[in-house]
């Protein structure tokens, strides 16, 4: 319950504030990324890639979507798989999901022949969104684990 919440509080965040304003470099970190990833942090592999799959639909149906429905699906029950799991510590997790999703991402637009998917794309844009979503990280995933640490 308190996973989806986030999901969702990250999904209009990004919409409503982050997407609009204007970053150095033109990129903007992935809240919904992050929220996913506590939650699966908290809750583990089954309910991280559950969770994530319905963030994942929320983002394919959110505007501007541009790529295909069930893209972003797949990639987030993926991430919140392998956040679930776990790869050592919790920092050594977020950052492992942090650089595997928009790479991801950019695997599966170009298995279904996304023209987006460009090498500019993977050079100049991708570098940029991990950055960003690297440094809001401590705080997003603080917010979405914090229940799990107060008892």
């Not at 699906?73 to 919140?80: D, Q, T």
């Not at 170009?110 to 401590?138: F, K, W």
Request: one cysteine or more.
């Amino acid at each position: 319950m308190i996973g989806g919440v986030s999901v969702v509080l990250a999904m209009l965040a990004q919409v409503m504030l982050v997407n609009r304003v204007p970053l150095p470099a033109g990129g903007a970190p992935d809240l919904v990324l992050l929220a996913v990833i506590g939650a699966a942090l908290v809750r583990g592999p089954g309910p991280g890639a559950v969770l994530g799959f319905f963030a994942g639909l929320l983002v394919d149906v959110m505007p501007p979507s541009a790529h295909l429905m069930g893209q972003y699906a797949f990639v987030l029950a993926l991430v919140g798989y392998v956040a679930g799991r776990g790869a050592g510590g919790p920092v050594t997790t977020v950052v492992l999901c942090v650089l595997m999703a928009p790479l991801l991402a950019a695997a599966v637009g170009g298995l279904i022949a996304d023209p987006r998917v460009t090498v500019a794309t993977l050079t100049e844009q991708v570098p940029v969104t991990i950055v960003y979503t690297l440094l809001v990280s401590p705080v997003v995933i603080w917010l979405t684990t914090r229940k799990r640490f107060a008892t």
